[in-house]
């Protein structure tokens, strides 16, 4: 060792600083090498792995965050389908509905002349059920049955309503002659929205073969 020693003290200075340099590039390199570098490529992957689980994170803080408006709106469609079935009727409600529209024209004093239900109109989900209403009362029994009609819990429609051939009777209201539809809604069952489907895929197959 003293003999290694003694051999460097005698080279020439420039050969001594070189020596010197080149022992602390390798240490240097020898340091960068075996840890640093290693650990660089450590810690931009633990970089790249934290910036993905933050990203995840705030995915779901977001997520979370939403998660009661979801459950609210998801409650409120809920709520809004239960009042839309409680206000269609299914097919074996239907002539009760009917009924029970008779009944309110008499009721509201008016004499029926024709109540003739039409066919069905099916919709995607539904089928419209129009009445044909035919009754001869005052104005006022008129407006009092339309009144009710609008007040029953089921869903009626009145249009194409008309009014002609008043007769006038002495120390009686004028009676009037009055037409309108009237048009209820039902939910179509499973079997008849599949029947339907089926007709309207035949219907554009013949369409596409002409």
């Given at each position: 060792?003293?003999d290694?020693?003694?051999?460097?003290?005698?080279?020439?200075?420039?050969?001594?600083?070189?020596?010197?340099?080149?022992?602390?590039?390798?240490?240097?390199?020898?340091?960068?090498?075996?840890?640093?570098?290693?650990?660089?490529?450590?810690?931009?992957?633990?970089?790249?792995?934290?910036?993905?689980?933050?990203?995840?994170?705030?995915?779901?803080?977001?997520?979370?965050?939403?998660?009661?408006?979801a459950k609210?709106?998801?409650?409120?469609?809920?709520?809004?389908?239960?009042?839309?079935?409680?206000?269609?009727?299914?097919?074996k409600?239907?002539?009760?509905?009917?009924?029970?529209?008779?009944?309110?024209?008499?009721?509201?004093?008016?004499?029926?002349?024709?109540?003739?239900?039409?066919?069905?109109?099916?919709q995607?989900?539904?089928?419209?059920?129009?009445?044909?209403?035919?009754?001869?009362?005052s104005?006022?029994?008129?407006?009092?049955?339309?009144?009710?009609?609008?007040?029953?819990?089921?869903?009626?429609?009145?249009?194409?309503?008309?009014?002609?051939?008043?007769?006038?009777?002495?120390?009686?209201?004028?009676?009037?002659?009055?037409?309108?539809?009237?048009?209820?809604?039902?939910?179509?069952?499973?079997?008849?929205?599949?029947?339907?489907?089926?007709?309207?895929?035949?219907?554009?197959?013949?369409?596409?073969?002409?």
């Amino acid at each position: 060792m003293n003999d290694l020693v003694d051999r460097i003290m005698d080279m020439p200075v420039r050969q001594r600083v070189l020596m010197l340099v080149g022992g602390v590039f390798m240490v240097f390199f020898a340091y960068a090498y075996f840890i640093y570098w290693p650990r660089l490529d450590a810690v931009a992957q633990l970089r790249a792995d934290l910036e993905v689980k933050v990203t995840d994170l705030e995915k779901k803080k977001e997520l979370a965050t939403n998660l009661g408006h979801a459950k609210q709106e998801l409650a409120d469609l809920r709520a809004a389908l239960r009042k839309a079935v409680a206000q269609l009727p299914d097919t074996k409600e239907i002539p009760d509905l009917l009924s029970g529209i008779s009944s309110v024209a008499r009721e509201s004093g008016l004499e029926i002349a024709q109540f003739r239900q039409r066919p069905e109109i099916y919709q995607d989900f539904y089928a419209e059920v129009p009445v044909e209403v035919i009754v001869r009362g005052s104005y006022f029994e008129v407006e009092e049955f339309f009144k009710q009609v609008s007040q029953l819990t089921r869903i009626v429609n009145m249009k194409d309503i008309g009014m002609k051939g008043p007769n006038v009777v002495e120390a009686d209201p004028v009676k009037l002659q009055t037409s309108c539809s009237a048009t209820t809604f039902r939910f179509l069952d499973e079997q008849e929205r599949e029947k339907i489907r089926k007709e309207r895929e035949k219907k554009q197959k013949k369409g596409r073969n002409r």
